[in-house]
């Protein structure tokens, strides 16, 4: 198996952000390398001063809430700072959306293009959500 980790976070649904930050979080504190690639309705979530609450797909992503789970943003932070992980955003959705790249929270690294993120994930496990 391979110690390398892969993640592509497009979707803006509480769910799918709380998963794959906890797949990312717990790859990188378990020793993988994770590569974590922001793009599409993910991305708003990743600016300075965005607290906003994704919205629930279903009764999960509202229990997440009520029962205090941490928040994905602080998940994902966590595995950049206690593990192996870099979080790329990427280029054409932040030209789309219009998102300066200090715009950003700090622990966002350079934006990547589609063709090097492929080119970075080509010998990982490749989880999207």
Do not use: H
């Not at 919205?55 to 997440?64: D, H, K, T």
């Amino acid at each position: 198996m391979s110690n390398k980790v892969s993640v592509v976070v497009i979707s803006g649904d509480r769910e799918q952000l709380q998963m794959a930050a906890m797949l990312a979080s717990v790859a990188a504190v378990s020793g993988s390398e994770v590569t974590i690639f922001l793009s599409m309705n993910a991305m708003r979530y990743f600016q300075k001063g965005d607290a906003s609450l994704a919205p629930a797909e279903g009764e999960v992503g509202v229990l997440l809430q009520n029962k205090n789970a941490p928040d994905f943003r602080e998940l994902f932070q966590s595995a950049v700072e206690l593990g192996d992980a870099k979080v790329y955003p990427c280029s054409m959705a932040l030209d789309i959306l219009n998102i300066p790249v200090s715009d950003l929270v700090d622990y966002v690294a350079e934006p990547l293009g589609l063709t090097k993120f492929l080119d970075m994930a080509s010998d990982s496990q490749v989880w999207s959500f």
